[in-house]
Structures are given as structure tokens and as C-alpha cells.
């Protein structure tokens, strides 16, 4: 029987992705390890966003191989699918699998292939196949896949391709698959989740995917990351509504100063992003809401920056994740004037990231004593050896109890805020 470890780097796409490669690895006469001397292949579900993500591809394969110099190592995910055959010309992984290929890994290890990735742009379907576990305490369910925008820094639609949206047929199955196996939780989530269903119909919204998510046998559910253009009035007024909705958002941000904005290529305003973001505060009691912003993009001047700075202080975020701005070849933001020096985008990051510590602080403040429901995990906190669980507006809480309370919903109180990185500390209320 062949054994495999399979590592990955990235989105929670890829964490499904990976769930469902070893899920077919499994049924078909393969067996999962955790030790690599005696795995005979190594997979490496890889992201590429940066070139940080890319040396991380790199420094993973080539830690397997002098583990194990016997070993298969095959990488698949966004940096196999852009770099194609010169990773096998560079002799980077001995096997390469694009990522509409991944469902066929079974077939591409029986028979020896060591390159299988096609034009992504050639696939106009999702490829839908049930996954039947996940090793998480949160099922994610992938409803889409592709991206049809062309932001000028971004390389992922030719690592993924035409937005291609999951048919609700499928997202309910699966849904209520994982619901029947004791999952109280689903994550949906996908490359560009809020162009769901646009490939089948331009009247197909999100909200009328989640229409029918609403009457599922879930207990609860969250989203992935959104763009701004894609949460309206009406749709923040109907997730209100919901019993079931995670008040727990991520806006997928970028710049908050209109100049930045317009060389992204981000069609939406720094006006229309504060209102966005104090309608949903209205809407909803203690939501959740992070955000992605890139610091020291090509031509962002002081000012820029500073506009921006400005108006994250401003805004009721949660927290924001930051991160400098990343060159990436083929992309227009690469062929731009005016490049940021990695020093001044190294500081302009620290600046946001200390305005981020600042907000987490102020709303864990704001949560304090107050009751919420908590999913605990099936595997303690390693650091405290505490029980874990993420509240339903995405709290990591600690919890002092037995194993008895793993893997259930439980009601608790919010009593202090941890001594550990952004983690409160509670109390289940009996």
C-alpha cells in the first residue's frame, strides 16, 4: 500500500481541496501518514498571493526530499498551475498536477503521468465531488471556484480560471452531508464567493444560494471573504435576519484612499467602503469585521497611505490583516512606476498592524460579559492545554473544562481577555 503526506499552503480552498485529495487517496488503496521516511509521496497543495508564499512552495519541497531522497514529491495548487512545466524543467517536484487536475490525482499517481495541468481557461464547469469528512471541527464547503476580475496586482484568475459557480443542488447536499456526520458548522467558501452563480444566470445572487443554506440541517454557517460591490443594503438586511448567519465578515479591502484604489483596479470608493462598514455595525450587535489591506503599493504615495491609515482608525473594523505589497510577473501592478522600497512597505505594515492591535483590543473590550455560542474543538489549546472554540462573531476563546464539552455548542460567558494573542478567556454557562 503507498503511503502520502500531504502539506498545505493557503486558503481555505485549498484546505478543502486537500481534505478531498486525501479522502480519494484513502478510498482507493492508499494510506495517510505523519511520518515522512516512510511516505512514498509528498503533496504540496501550494498558494502563490506572494512571493513569500512562493518560497514557502520551495523550502517545503526541498525539506521532504532530504528527509526522505527516495520520496515522490508533487505539487499542485496556484503555483503548479502558473508555473507549469518549468517547475518540472527546474526540477522543483518530481510530479506537477494543475488545479483541475486535482480530482484526478488517483489516476495521475497509478500511472506514473509527471505533468498533468491544462489551460485553466479552457474549464467553463465547477467540478463537484462530495467530501465525506474533514479533520476540522468547522466543515468548509467550496461553492465556487475562478475569478472574472482583473485587479492589477493579482495573479490568481489565471491560477484559477473563470468564475465557475457550485450548483445549489450540490452545496445542500453537501451541507446536510456533513450535517448527518455531527458537523454543527459550515464555512462556505471559495476563489470569489460573492460571483456565485453569475455563470449560470445574471439573476443568480449569493443571497439566493443562502436562501436555501437557511433551510438546511446545519446549525450554523459563515462566508468567506467579500468585496466590498458585492454586499448591499439588502443583503446585509437579510443575513440580520438569519438565526443561522455568523456575524462574522471579511471585506476584502485592499486600500481605503480612492487614488490607490483606481491603480488597483477596485471599482469601489473609500466613501462607499466607511458606509459599508457602519451599516453593518447597525445592522448587527458586535459583528465581527476584518479586513485585507496591502501596504506600499506601486506609486501610493505618503499621502495615500496616510489617507488610508486615516480612515482605517476611523472605521469600526475588528481587526485588519496587512501585509506589502507583493510583485508579481505578469501582472500590470509589476510593470508600474514608482515601486515601494520593501523597507517603507515593511513600516507602512507595522503602522497598520499596530492600528489592527488597537481595534481587536477595543472589541474584545466591547465583548466583555457578554453571552455568546461557542463550537468546542476536538483538540485542546497546545499552548495551555485549555478546551478552544470560536465564538459565533469569530472569538477564540479558552475555556477551562472536560473533554466531555468536544465537539459540542455551547453557550458562554466572555470573562477576560487572554494573556495569549487575541484570544479572550470564558466560561460555560450551565
Known amino acids: 500500500m503507498k503511503k502520502f503526506i500531504i502539506k498545505t499552503l493557503g486558503c481555505k480552498t485549498n484546505q478543502v481541496e486537500s481534505a478531498l485529495i486525501a479522502e480519494l487517496l484513502i478510498k482507493n488503496d492508499f494510506s495517510e501518514t505523519d511520518n515522512i521516511k516512510e511516505a512514498d509521496y509528498y503533496i504540496l497543495n501550494s498558494c502563490s498571493v506572494t512571493q513569500i508564499a512562493d518560497g514557502k512552495n520551495l523550502s517545503y519541497l526541498r525539506r521532504a526530499k532530504r528527509e526522505n531522497p527516495n520520496i515522490k514529491t508533487v505539487l499542485t495548487g496556484c503555483m503548479a498551475q502558473l508555473q507549469k512545466q518549468s517547475i518540472l524543467d527546474k526540477k522543483i517536484s518530481d510530479i506537477v498536477i494543475g488545479?483541475?487536475?486535482?480530482?484526478?490525482?488517483?489516476?495521475?499517481?497509478?500511472?506514473?503521468e509527471k505533468f498533468a495541468v491544462s489551460d485553466i481557461f479552457c474549464h467553463e464547469e465547477f467540478r463537484y465531488e462530495k467530501l465525506n469528512q474533514t479533520k476540522r471541527t468547522r466543515a468548509s464547503v467550496k461553492i465556487q471556484d475562478g475569478c472574472d476580475n482583473r485587479c492589477s496586482y493579482c495573479t490568481i484568475p489565471f491560477a484559477r480560471g473563470k468564475s465557475r459557480s457550485n450548483p445549489i443542488k450540490n452545496v445542500i447536499e453537501q451541507i446536510n452531508l456533513f450535517a448527518k456526520e455531527g458537523y454543527l458548522e459550515t464555512v462556505l467558501t471559495g476563489i470569489h464567493i460573492g460571483q456565485w452563480g453569475r455563470d449560470f444566470s445574471t439573476k443568480l445572487q449569493l443571497k439566493n444560494l443562502l436562501e436555501e443554506v437557511e433551510k438546511s440541517e446545519i446549525k450554523r454557517y459563515r462566508l468567506g471573504s467579500l468585496n466590498p460591490l458585492e454586499l448591499d443594503k439588502e443583503f446585509i438586511d437579510f443575513l440580520s435576519q438569519s438565526e443561522k448567519f455568523c456575524p462574522h465578515f471579511?471585506?476584502?479591502?485592499?486600500?481605503?484612499?480612492?487614488?490607490?484604489?483606481?491603480?488597483?483596479?477596485?471599482?469601489?470608493?473609500?466613501e462607499q467602503i466607511k458606509d459599508l462598514?457602519?451599516?453593518?455595525?447597525?445592522k448587527f450587535k458586535n459583528a465581527f469585521i476584518g479586513s485585507d489591506i496591502i501596504a506600499g503599493f506601486p506609486s501610493e504615495s505618503k499621502e495615500d497611505f496616510e489617507i488610508t491609515l486615516k480612515?482605517?482608525?476611523?472605521?469600526?473594523?475588528?481587526?485588519?490583516?496587512?501585509?506589502?505589497?507583493?510583485?508579481?510577473?505578469?501582472?500590470?501592478?509589476?510593470?508600474?512606476?514608482?515601486q515601494i522600497k520593501d523597507s517603507e512597505k515593511k513600516l507602512r505594515a507595522e503602522l497598520i498592524q499596530k492600528v489592527s492591535d488597537e481595534k481587536i483590543e477595543e472589541f474584545f473590550k466591547k465583548n466583555?460579559?457578554?453571552?455568546?455560542?461557542?463550537?468546542?474543538?476536538?483538540?485542546?489549546?497546545?499552548?495551555?492545554?485549555?478546551?478552544?472554540?470560536v465564538t459565533k462573531n469569530y472569538i477564540n476563546v479558552l475555556i477551562d473544562g472536560d473533554d466531555s464539552?468536544?465537539?459540542?455548542?455551547?453557550?458562554?460567558?466572555?470573562?477576560?481577555?487572554?494573556?495569549?494573542?487575541?484570544?479572550?478567556?470564558a466560561e460555560i454557562l450551565t
Open 99 to 112: 488545479n483541475y487536475e486535482k480530482n484526478d490525482i488517483v489516476k495521475i499517481l497509478n500511472t506514473g
Open 250 to 270: 471579511h471585506l476584502s479591502l485592499q486600500s481605503v484612499c480612492n487614488k490607490t484604489l483606481k491603480n488597483m483596479n477596485r471599482h469601489y470608493s473609500e
Open 277 to 282: 462598514i457602519k451599516y453593518i455595525n447597525e
Open 311 to 338: 480612515n482605517l482608525k476611523e472605521t469600526e473594523l475588528s481587526k485588519i490583516h496587512v501585509f506589502p505589497f507583493s510583485l508579481r510577473q505578469g501582472t500590470i501592478a509589476c510593470k508600474m512606476e514608482n
Open 368 to 389: 466583555l460579559g457578554t453571552q455568546n455560542e461557542v463550537i468546542i474543538e476536538k483538540q485542546r489549546d497546545k499552548k495551555t492545554n485549555l478546551l478552544k472554540g
Open 405 to 425: 464539552y468536544k465537539d459540542t455548542l455551547q453557550t458562554i460567558k466572555l470573562t477576560a481577555i487572554s494573556e495569549y494573542k487575541e484570544k479572550m478567556l
